[in-house]
């Protein structure tokens, strides 16, 4: 790994940007976003180098693993613009690419030109909760998960899980066909947890949520068991399986995803959906706060330095992005970022205190709406204005994915931690001062980057300094 | 929080009972934007307190008492004076009509003209000395939005300063680059380092050429002058020239009285960073001027004069400029007049 980062010590002017959010925080739409702008000049006035014309181009470079696909740029980028757009399907393998860019300094010892490589990785978002079981016993998560599934939000979401849970004896004798059906059930738990209408984030392992191409490996076989504290598993047993399988899952898996795409970043860019998570309730904030926690903690930070950036690089930048900001008018982007900056205030304060700089936005890589004044019964509301995606429904509205609305979201609460208040998951439309619903991406010009809400900024605070 | 917040909701935009009214292309942040006369939001009762108007606190308060005495005492005069003046004109005119009424009419219209030119004058010696002080409004307000990244207050303050340079053809694609980022979603700070690049870094680029022009032009003339007091005249009508042009580039235009006013600041302001900028130009003062003057003692006055214009040329580019230097450094000496330290080197 020193090797490699000396390398690239040398080489000069690189970048090695981690793009890191939970599924569906809009990854893929943010990198082909990134991509898109640079190649195309976008309209980045917020991004120094480019508002001074300084940029004089940027391209694709074939990226530095042999071994990792390429990150599907140009397919990304003709779902979000072609005729039928939608976003991007959810990514199931890592990928990677390089963007070089190639721009003159404003140093005081006159123009020079310059290139700068930015490494780029997509990865399942899903896999991102592996990340935390690093560090955890099979005990440990076994105790952690079930706590968690029988807490009361939770629990009818995996009533069968449970059923089958009781009836499993962690000393019966080792059998492939109940570790299958463990493994199936809490599976099936974890995807229903996931879905939209309860947005939970902390479930993991990953894999089993997007297993790639270990899917029915022995690696992925295996499910938490009720055990006691202390007690040693006899050999032979469930438990004594269970727990093999779940080290070969960290060693095998969980590793070397860690090793190879985030022990060595410089900046680290943060996605997260808060907007799922608030439409969800207060238990889905916080489970989405906690979440972000143990990601974070995976990250290596601290200020960079030149024999730290050679033998263990540090993440000195971390911007905090909360994505999807074209879903509600400009005007609620302050109370979205101060929801965000209470959701992860303990990842802030730990990156803070060893001296890296921090920033939280309200981001939207590909804006997919426009802003209008609402005039209903006498009030005159803040809305947005867009296509609602198929199926999408409010109040009595059901949403057809082709005509558009005008849609006032709701106000976000002044104070961030009234978000926070409560028990409720899957709250009812009824019980919720707003409501956010998923719009398609918006109608472009050909060839033309589409819209965006402060991707210059982010883009600025993340390697802006490079490019001065 | 018990009061009734609105409700979510959507409306179909193909719905018959729902009427667009669709302004051209970006809807409605265009529309609410506040017009360019609306006071500066929230800073406007605050006291201002930014390098232009430098007074010691204390000092301030003490000159308080004194400065009731001598409003008292220049009030008296003046109204004596203009008393006085307004007789001598009445008694003039009787005399001329005293002597031939054709003469009289002519006293009268004279007499007029002086009126008109008069009151002209004043006119536009208060139109320059507000906007001046406009100018250092804007200059605080700006600080003060972009440290607390209030886009509202931001939008408001960059079409300000956008309509300051509304004449300047040269500054259009900077204003339309403005115009465009303030109907965009841009953060309030980040709204601002817009402005300041399209709009006053063309400006501190021409500011500069004009102080190292002066300085060039200073620092010459007093190494070959053969007189000591044609140095004194010539750096004085440059400085003076200098403070003019600066103050103009930024759109200040000062007339006489807001020009002493101007030079009263600039003396707070060098008397203040003077002390600071230790690192900067003193150093290299007393090293240039020490490496000149062993060479020649007219050189080394030259290059003595020609920092002293570059410095009165940086306190007014600081002064006079409608916001502070945020997304650079602020130009230092030896960025303005590199020639007059080079020049000691080469002696």
Not at chain 2, 149 to 178: H, I, P, S
Request: aromatic residues 6%.
């Amino acid at each position: 790994m020193a090797a490699r980062s000396l390398a690239d010590y040398f080489a000069g002017g690189a970048v090695r940007l981690g793009v890191t959010g939970l599924s569906r925080a809009g990854k893929t739409v943010f990198i082909t976003a990134l991509i898109d702008n640079l190649i195309n000049r976008g309209r980045l006035p917020v991004l120094r180098a480019a508002a001074e014309g300084r940029i004089a181009r940027a391209y694709l470079e074939p990226q530095p693993d042999d071994a990792v696909p390429r990150f599907a740029y140009e397919e990304h980028r003709a779902a979000l613009a072609g005729p039928d757009r939608h976003w991007p399907h959810s990514t199931s393998r890592i990928s990677q690419l390089r963007l070089a860019i190639e721009f003159e300094r404003a140093a005081a010892w006159g123009a020079r030109a310059s290139t700068l490589t930015l490494d780029l990785v997509d990865y399942p978002g899903e896999w991102l909760l592996d990340l935390p079981l690093l560090g955890k016993s099979y005990a440990e998560w076994s105790r952690e998960t079930i706590a968690a599934v029988r807490a009361p939000a939770r629990a009818p979401l995996a009533a069968e899980w449970n059923l089958f849970l009781s009836s499993l004896d962690p000393a019966a004798e080792a059998e492939e066909e109940t570790a299958r059906k463990a493994a199936a059930l809490f599976t099936a738990y974890l995807g229903k947890a996931r879905a939209d209408l309860y947005a939970l984030s902390t479930l993991p392992p990953g894999r089993f949520l997007m297993p790639g191409e270990l899917a029915g490996s022995p690696a992925l076989t295996f499910a938490p068991l009720p055990l006691d504290e202390g007690v040693v598993a006899a050999p032979g047993s469930l438990a004594t399986m269970m727990e093999r399988r779940y080290e070969a899952y960290k060693t095998h898996v969980a590793r070397p995803f860690f090793r190879d795409h985030f022990a060595r970043l410089d900046r680290q860019i943060v996605l997260v959906d808060a907007l799922a998570a608030l439409n969800s309730g207060p238990t889905a904030l916080a489970d989405l706060e906690n979440a972000l926690v143990e990601v974070t903690r995976a990250f290596r930070v601290g200020r960079a330095s030149t024999f730290a950036s050679i033998f263990r690089p540090r993440v000195d930048r971390i911007l905090f992005a909360a994505t999807k900001a074209d879903h509600l008018h400009h005007v609620s982007h302050d109370r979205l970022e101060a929801i965000l900056r209470a959701l992860t205030g303990r990842a802030i304060a730990r990156a803070e205190g060893v001296g890296a700089a921090v920033d939280v936005i309200a981001l939207s890589a590909v804006r997919a709406t426009r802003e209008a004044e609402l005039r209903h019964a006498g009030e005159i509301l803040p809305a947005i204005v867009g296509t609602p995606e198929k199926g999408e429904r409010l109040g009595d509205q059901v949403f057809d994915g082709v005509a558009e609305a005008a849609v006032f979201p709701g106000q976000l609460p002044e104070d961030p931690q009234a978000a926070f208040a409560g028990e409720a998951l899957a709250q009812p439309e009824a019980d919720a001062d707003w409501r956010f619903l998923r719009f398609r991406p918006p109608a472009t010009a050909p060839g033309a980057p589409a819209p965006h809400i402060r991707l210059d900024r982010a883009l600025q605070f993340l390697f802006g300094d490079r490019l001065a | 929080m018990s009061e009734r917040r609105p409700r979510p909701r959507a409306f179909r935009l193909d719905d018959e009972r729902v009427a667009v009214d669709d302004a051209p292309a970006p809807a409605a942040p265009t529309a609410v934007v506040r017009s360019e006369s609306a006071e500066i939001p929230a800073f406007a009762d605050e006291p201002l307190d930014d390098a232009a108007h430098v007074v010691a606190p204390a000092e301030g308060a003490r000159r308080r008492g004194r400065l009731r005495l001598s409003t008292l005492a220049w009030t008296g005069l003046g109204g004596l004076v203009s008393l006085g003046v307004g007789l001598w004109v009445n008694d003039l005119l009787q005399r001329l009509y005293a002597r031939a009424q054709a003469l009289g009419a002519i006293g009268l219209i004279f007499a007029a003209l002086l009126a008109v030119g008069v009151v002209g004058l004043a006119a536009r010696e208060i139109a320059a000395l507000m906007r001046q002080r406009r100018i250092a409004e804007l200059h605080a307000a700006l600080a003060r939005a972009r440290a607390s990244d209030d886009r509202e207050a931001a939008r408001a303050l960059v079409a300000r300063l956008a309509a300051l340079y509304q004449g300047r053809a040269e500054a259009a694609r900077g204003r339309a680059e403005v115009a465009e980022a303030s109907r965009a979603i841009v953060d309030g700070r980040d709204l601002i380092d817009v402005a300041e690049r399209a709009l006053l870094r063309p400006l501190d680029t021409r500011a500069q050429a004009e102080i190292a022009t002066a300085a060039r032009r200073v620092s010459m003339v007093t190494a070959i002058s053969p007189r000591a007091v044609l140095d004194v005249l010539f750096v004085t009508a440059q400085i003076v020239r200098l403070t003019r042009r600066i103050a103009e580039l930024y759109g200040g235009r000062p007339g006489f009285l807001g020009f002493v006013k101007l030079s009263r600041s600039i003396f707070a302001h060098i008397a203040i960073t003077g002390g600071m900028a230790v690192g900067d130009s003193v150093l290299q003062q007393i090293v240039g001027h020490g490496v000149a003057s062993r060479v020649s003692a007219r050189m080394g006055e030259g290059v003595l004069n020609g920092l002293l214009t570059a410095r009165v040329g940086l306190s007014a580019m600081a002064l006079c400029r409608p916001a502070p230097f945020m997304i650079d450094k602020p130009p230092g000496v030896a960025d303005v007049a590199p020639f007059l330290f080079g020049a000691g080197k080469r002696g």
